[in-house]
């Protein structure tokens, strides 16, 4: 394999079955050009524009001039343009095909939502504008706060954190705020069901607390006698997700939650999921004390590089005084955000972030939601959890579905369909690429063997959901019949092909150095 000079395969396999001309001088192949770095292309001795020394300027820098040469790729703009088009070229996206990440929620995200974003009174403010001059703006993140509220049945939302994952550490430092405002400063241990996705106990961990795993019991749902032999006066509370990992509704939430309550604990939601349930359960009713919601999953915002994610956090009444600045208030005189602690009530724990979030995507999510209405978004979740029941109907007769049942919005199977065929989970999802389709969720979540992680959502059509199984029953029966070069030598037709996963985790190169040869001229 031909590997550039910081060690990247760039060029095609040498060894594919193309008549051995399957290695092109250039690297490219048919009009999908090989993209070395930027650095490779440009070199730091050109200069992309010619401008004339200044004349006469004396520096201000104090001393602080750069005396060694910055480095950087000299290329003109069309050649600049140009590498970052080949790149974008390369990448895959939800406007390219289906994108059956589990546990990510990949929808489409509706056109009519950019355009609310571009409006000008939305898209061209800044943060620091006088609040008088943004009232519009400020407004619209109250709606948006009231939906989400209504929607989950809470009294309380912070708008301002920047992911689901951060929206976890919001929510547990509210309760670590809580419980050190009760002088409860044993209440360390916090349990997370073996199933949850890693960023649960690394949150935990974050504020302080040690986590304690609950085995997941043999229909994939948290082990309730596991749960009440955890239960002690030392326990914060649990982290728990509603649909779980493994696609499933955990039937016993509300006396999962009571048990936590009745400890003295409090019920942390993990509300990734959300896109199963929004408009058909209120998880307020369900017994959380907090929940972030990521907008770019179940409310449409674009995400996976096409965008930044956000993690609106609610809280129940007991969590809500200690929610972060800042706030949005509707007062006589019109809409304010209350940006001090001390201006707000109950005690803030302070702040999460130096603004208030992420406009754009309030823009975008209350778009999706006042389009959709309330039917709309209960007939989004009825899909999304038709859509996954449909692929595991269709396929669990050739694939072997982790659980039996129904699942909710995404579909889990294990690798016992690949026993003894020498092709392993990995092998099958680097053939999927082959294939024209984005892999599913590998590996994930831990508690099955070789897990596939299936979520198509409600905005794939039928024939298009059928096209996908067509294609991975075929695969599942190529791999029954033997046919493993198929899988081994996967992805064969993708502009790098199989990599070397062992040596890209045990040796990665996450930074260029110059080549020597050109440091030597
Ligand atoms: C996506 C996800 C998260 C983290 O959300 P980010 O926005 O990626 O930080 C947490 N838990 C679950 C179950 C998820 O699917």
């Not at 809280?315 to 600045?325: M, Q």
């Not at 602690?341 to 999460?352: K, T, V, Y």
Request: proline share 7%; net charge negative; hydrophobic share 35%.
């Amino acid at each position: 394999m031909a590997l550039n000079s910081q060690g990247r395969p760039t060029r095609m396999a040498e060894n594919l079955s193309t008549g051995g001309y399957a290695d092109t001088f250039s690297g490219s192949r048919g009009l999908d050009q090989s993209e070395p770095l930027i650095f490779e292309r440009g070199r730091s001795d050109n200069t992309g524009v010619d401008l004339p020394k200044p004349k006469g300027t004396k520096t201000r820098l104090g001393g602080l001039d750069r005396t060694a040469d910055i480095g950087l790729p000299g290329l003109a703009e069309p050649e600049a343009m140009r590498h970052y088009v080949r790149l974008s070229r390369k990448n895959y996206a939800i406007d390219l095909g289906l994108y059956p990440l589990g546990s990510c929620t990949m929808k489409h995200n509706p056109r009519l939502n950019e355009k609310m974003a571009r409006l000008p009174g939305l898209a061209d403010i800044h943060p620091m504008q006088p609040q008088q001059t943004v009232e519009g703006a400020i407004e619209l993140m109250g709606e948006l706060a009231h939906w989400l509220m209504t929607l989950t049945n809470t009294p309380c939302v912070a708008l301002s954190p920047k992911a689901g994952a951060h929206g976890e550490l919001c929510g547990m430092m509210a309760i670590r705020a809580a419980l050190d405002a009760r002088g409860e400063t044993k209440r360390r241990r916090v349990l997370v069901p073996e199933s949850a996705h890693g960023t649960n106990p690394a949150t935990a961990v974050q504020c302080g607390f040690t986590t304690d795993e609950i085995p997941a019991d043999a229909t994939g749902r948290v082990d309730l006698e596991a749960l009440k032999a955890k239960l002690g006066d030392d326990v914060a509370g649990i982290m728990l997700t509603n649909p779980n990992t493994c696609g499933l509704f955990e039937r016993d939430i509300k006396t999962i939650a009571d048990l936590i309550h009745d400890c003295g604990g409090y019920f942390y939601c993990d509300g990734a999921n959300f896109n199963a349930i929004v408009g058909r359960v209120r998880p307020g009713d369900l017994g959380i004390d907090a929940m972030h919601i990521n907008l770019h999953k179940t409310f449409s915002t674009p995400h996976g590089g096409g965008g930044p994610g956000s993690g609106p956090t609610v809280f129940s009444e007991a969590l809500a005084p200690f929610a972060p600045v800042p706030r949005v208030e509707q007062t006589k005189d019109g809409w304010r955000l209350i940006e001090q602690e001390a201006d707000a009530d109950g005690e803030p724990f302070g702040r999460m972030t130096a603004f208030h979030g992420q406009m754009g995507m309030f823009s975008r999510a209350l778009t999706y939601m006042l389009s959709h209405g309330s039917d709309g978004l209960k007939q989004a979740s009825e899909d999304a959890v038709l859509n996954a029941n449909y692929i595991l109907a269709r396929l669990k007769h050739v694939m072997t579905p982790a659980f039996d049942g129904t699942c909710m919005h995404e579909a889990l199977f294990d690798d016992r369909f690949l026993k003894d065929t020498g092709v392993t989970t990995l092998d099958f999802a680097k053939a999927m690429i082959d294939e024209g389709y984005h892999p599913m969720t590998m590996y994930f979540p831990l508690v099955v063997h070789g897990a596939m992680l299936i979520e198509p959502t409600e905005t794939e059509s039928k024939s298009g959901l059928d096209r996908f199984c067509d294609v991975l029953e075929a695969l599942s029966e190529a791999a029954k019949a033997g046919d493993t070069d198929r899988f081994r030598a996967a992805p064969v037709h993708a502009p790098t092909k199989r990599l070397d996963e062992t040596q890209a985790a045990r040796n990665p190169v996450l930074r260029w150095t110059p080549p020597v040869v050109a440091a030597a001229e």
